[in-house]
């Protein structure tokens, strides 16, 4: 009888060890994830019907024209005699999807993002004009993620954005859209889909890439443009952009690429990268992304990305506007 206590004890704790090595704890491996997740992710795919994704604006709409974000300015748009890269529809990636939310007056919001590697695998990297002011208690409601979202169809389901799980940079909110414009990125934590799959392993991920500069060729541009059926893709390159608009100052990577309006804002810039993709930068930045539809820009990524980076995937309270 002892003999047999001993085993099974030995038995358990190799079985612990197991469990451990693979990143698991026992208590997680034997009660899986409660219905409470499951089903926040299936009453917003409830809510996220086919009439109201279609309705759904642009995060920044009522700030004019270009991609939905302040009004034109004679320089902020193509060079002359500059070569603009077409666009093109197609079904998307499953590591790139558009979030959806409803603002302070129910109206449906829209925004960009893509899926980066992360060690709880269920980060979205956007940009932090779409998701600043965000908190379980702010006006955005019905936040969720939908990767590969195109035709009404969301073939990995829906995942909901954790409570004070969206992470903005501090700087952002300090400095405001425009002084801050360095500072236009942001990563949110998603809970699992309506079957309890947690995002990365529905989706896999894009590597995050910080300090690698301004240039990068080829680059693949993905973005959700607001209303429509599927989403854009654009192959080009990106170089610097040195602001010549003191209330906005900083050097941004600037990329040509025509029809990305409204609701492109947060979609990622892409390199190839071992296999897979990286995300070197996301339309936002310089003018929240640009005033017209064929030149975008983004915040370099650097030191500032990669300490939010640590903070959302450590836990970290998240920022939040001034009080």
């Not at 409660?34 to 795919?45: M, N």
């Not at 993620?145 to 969301?154: I, L, M």
């Not at 900083?250 to 990286?278: H, K, Q």
Request: hydrophobic content about 40%; glycine content about 14%; charged content about 15%.
């Amino acid at each position: 009888m002892v003999r047999r206590t001993r085993i099974a004890r030995l038995t358990a704790a190799w079985a612990s060890a197991l469990l451990l090595c693979a990143g698991l704890s026992p208590a997680a491996s034997a009660a899986p994830e409660t219905a409470g997740p499951a089903s926040a992710a299936a009453r917003l795919d409830a809510y996220w019907t086919p009439a109201r994704t279609a309705a759904a604006l642009s995060a920044s709409a009522a700030q004019g024209a270009g991609s939905g974000r302040a009004a034109p300015t004679a320089v902020d748009g193509p060079r002359p005699g500059e070569h603009i890269p077409s666009s093109r529809s197609f079904t998307g990636i499953p590591q790139a999807g558009t979030f959806f939310w409803t603002d302070s007056t129910g109206t449906g919001r829209t925004c960009s993002g893509s899926v980066v590697h992360s060690p709880g695998r269920s980060l979205v990297l956007s940009a932090g004009h779409c998701l600043k002011g965000y908190s379980g208690a702010s006006p955005k409601r019905h936040l969720a993620f939908v990767p590969q979202f195109h035709d009404g169809a969301k073939p990995f389901g829906v995942f909901p954005v954790r409570d004070n799980g969206v992470y903005v940079p501090r700087q952002y909110y300090d400095l405001g859209a425009r002084a801050g414009a360095q500072y236009d990125f942001a990563f949110a934590v998603t809970g699992p889909n309506e079957d309890g799959t947690a995002l990365e392993d529905a989706v896999g991920a894009v590597r995050l890439l910080t300090g690698t500069g301004y240039e990068h060729a080829p680059v693949r541009m993905i973005g959700y443009p607001a209303g429509a059926e599927r989403p854009l893709e654009c192959w080009s390159r990106t170089t610097a952009w040195v602001s010549d608009d003191p209330a906005e100052p900083g050097t941004f990577p600037r990329i040509p690429c025509d029809a990305f309006v409204g609701g492109t804002s947060g979609g990622p810039m892409l390199v190839p990268w071992f296999g897979g993709w990286a995300v070197v930068g996301v339309i936002g930045g310089y003018h929240t992304g640009g005033n017209t539809s064929q030149v975008s820009y983004s915040a370099v990524f650097g030191s500032a990305t990669r300490a939010l980076y640590r903070d959302a995937t450590t836990g970290a309270a998240p920022a939040g506007p001034a009080s």
